[in-house]
């Protein structure tokens, strides 16, 4: 007699989830596709930094310019190297807010053009979970990893944004602190600035803090007693002060003022980190941004940990619409559909991104 199999555990796959990720908050132009918001299926990024190095930092009207120039032929891109058409996604996520308005915009009208043009649901995403949500997808070759357990104590540190936010759940987030005046990033570019080094600031400064002494200079670190917020800005004057003090006919120790202050950074955002997970019983730690490629930072992190520690490849720390889809895939499937007439939210901060209904 054949077994009955009539009741087994054996069940047909799910059909897949896949949503195509814009992003243009600030000089990345990226657009990607990910299935389940977990695994990507095309990811690609048109990065500006050339463009802006000349002005040491982001000229707004040059990034909307080139968004204007590369947002379609990247989309098609990232169709393509999906090996999929736009009728076969089920909805488009795009970047909302935060960010340079202008950016916002190109991306914002080209997800609604396609958006009207095929029927597909248009999602609104907020950068900062995006940035979160990095820590959900890899390449489908890549070994599985475990996802976040919640509750998350996360840290968002990029270069316009330094924020510690603990997350609950999907979707679900409350703001702890953030900067008071500099983000992370922006003290990266400013300092590095002062020191003679090329923009962007981050890369320059770790690499010249290779050969430096980090205890070379005790600069300040702005604890805010009681407080989660972040200040940096007190740090890059005594940086600005400690570069006029030095003798002008002898070379600047570029070396050991870019790893003292780097040492300064890395140890505030640690140990604040630490701290709200401890004081929250943080199942997992989070970091996320651009600031989270640099190395002082994750082996600090590492170092210190009190619970399983999350921090996305280097090639996803960056602005990518990787992290937008994906966030994006939560949102579709809790209903999320946003109207033609939503308007980009430059100032968004992530205390005020509703959960869907």
Not at 170 to 188: I, K, V
Not at 220 to 230: C, G, H, M, Q, T
Not at 258 to 268: E, G, K, L, R
Not at 342 to 356: C, F, G, R
Request: with cysteine; net charge negative.
């Amino acid at each position: 007699m054949s077994p009955d199999t009539s009741n087994n555990d054996i069940q047909p796959n799910p059909p897949s989830t896949r949503i195509l990720g814009i992003e243009t908050s600030c000089d990345e132009t990226a657009a990607a596709v990910v299935e389940n918001g977990r695994i990507i299926l095309s990811n690609v990024v048109a990065s500006q930094i050339d463009l802006h190095a000349k002005f040491g930092g982001v000229f707004p009207e040059v990034a909307s310019r080139q968004h204007i120039k590369t947002i379609y032929p990247i989309i098609d891109q990232a169709l393509q190297d999906a090996h999929l058409i736009l009728n076969d996604l089920d909805a488009i996520a795009v970047t909302r807010g935060p960010g340079l308005p202008g950016s916002l915009v190109v991306g914002m009208n080209s997800a609604k053009g396609l958006s009207l043009g095929s029927g597909l649901p248009l999602i609104g995403v907020s950068h900062l979970e995006g940035h979160l949500y990095s820590a959900w997808v890899n390449n489908p070759d890549a070994a599985s990893q475990e996802e976040p357990m919640f509750p998350i104590i996360a840290l968002i540190v990029s270069g316009g944004h330094t924020e510690l936010v603990l997350m609950s759940d999907h979707l679900q987030y409350q703001r702890l602190g953030a900067t008071l005046d500099d983000a992370a990033g922006e003290a990266f570019d400013k300092v590095a600035r002062l020191l003679g080094l090329e923009y962007p600031g981050g890369p320059s400064i770790q690499n010249s803090s290779v050969n430096g002494n980090p205890n070379a200079y005790n600069f300040p670190r702005a604890w805010l007693e009681d407080s989660w917020d972040f200040s940096f800005s007190g740090l890059k004057t005594a940086v600005m002060r400690e570069v006029r003090k030095q003798d002008p006919h002898k070379p600047l120790p570029v070396s050991d003022l870019a790893a003292s202050f780097q040492a300064a950074v890395v140890d505030v955002l640690v140990t604040k980190t630490i701290k709200a997970a401890k004081e929250f019983n943080a199942k997992n730690i989070l970091v996320a941004g651009g600031v989270s490629a640099n190395q002082a930072l994750r082996h600090s992190l590492q170092a210190r940990a009190i619970c399983p520690l999350h921090i996305p490849p280097i090639w996803l720390c960056t602005d990518n619409a990787a992290m937008i889809a994906a966030a994006g895939y939560y949102r579709y499937i809790r209903g999320q559909q946003d109207r033609l007439d939503m308007d980009v939210l430059p100032n968004w901060p992530i205390s005020e991104v509703p959960a869907p209904a």
